[in-house]
């Protein structure tokens, strides 16, 4: 079993309104993810980080930003909501020397923005 | 660069019946080939991996060949349950930085088993 947990699992908010998701895991990995993705089920890399202090932009522009203080810690923030947010997010970790590249997820979290 | 092209869905399959869900990629490495599984309102999971050539990876009574001359990993289970519901990514990783993987997605493919 894969330890990454995320919340909230589900959020409803009005626009306008900065939110923070989170995400932690328990493995100790390097590695971390955050994916968007859309109702057709496709998955887009937004952000993506290698360590402490590291942060990338991934595939698809974001309006969201990460940090990385920590670790096991790698929340997702919007300033100011909009309905074009609404969306699955996916946090995901992996090691750093892994020989395989496998991730590990969490659960995601729902966001519906009104 | 790397891409994954999996068969669109959705598909629906009656319990009992054969599954097969292509997998093609392109790589400029030597990747690594997953399948994720995503049940509905959860994460994904790893279903399976192989990591060369001619491996096969199983799990849950799914298989899949990583054959690397038709750059294929398609995913087959001979008998599909209701509780396979759900939908099938497959995914690369190259191993070409050290150190540094990115993992490449299909775009999903959606199984809806009915009794």
């Known amino acids: 079993e894969a330890d990454i947990y995320q919340t909230p699992r589900y959020l409803v908010i009005g626009t306008g309104k900065k939110i923070t998701l989170e995400c932690s895991q328990t493995?100790?990995?390097?590695?971390m993810y955050w994916y968007q993705q859309d109702p057709g089920m496709e998955l887009h890399l937004i952000h993506y980080?290698?360590?402490?202090?590291?942060?990338e932009k991934g595939d698809l522009s974001s309006e969201s930003t990460v940090s990385r203080i920590r670790t096991e810690h790698f929340p997702l923030t919007l300033e100011s909501a909009r309905p074009s947010h609404t969306s699955q997010y996916l946090c995901?970790?992996?090691?750093?020397?892994?020989?395989?590249?496998?991730?590990?997820f969490g659960e995601g979290s729902r966001l519906t923005v009104l | 660069g790397d891409s994954v092209t999996q068969m669109e869905g959705p598909v629906t399959l009656s319990e009992e019946a054969f599954l097969t869900i292509n997998c093609t990629y392109t790589?400029?490495?030597?990747?690594?080939l997953f399948w994720y599984v995503q049940y509905p309102g959860e994460g994904l999971q790893l279903l399976l991996k192989a990591t060369k050539a001619d491996d096969k990876g199983s799990n849950k009574g799914f298989e899949a060949t990583y054959r690397k001359e038709t750059t294929s990993f398609h995913l087959e289970k001979g008998s599909v349950q209701v509780s396979d519901s759900a939908v099938y990514f497959c995914a690369l990783s190259d191993r070409s930085g050290a150190g540094s993987y990115q993992l490449t997605f299909g775009k999903g493919t959606k199984l809806s088993v009915i009794p």
């Open positions: 493995m100790g990995h390097d590695k």
């Open positions: 995901a970790s992996s090691e750093f020397g892994t020989t395989t590249g496998e991730l590990f």
């Open positions: 980080s290698y360590g402490v202090n590291s942060t």
């Open positions: 790589a400029t490495g030597y990747p690594s």
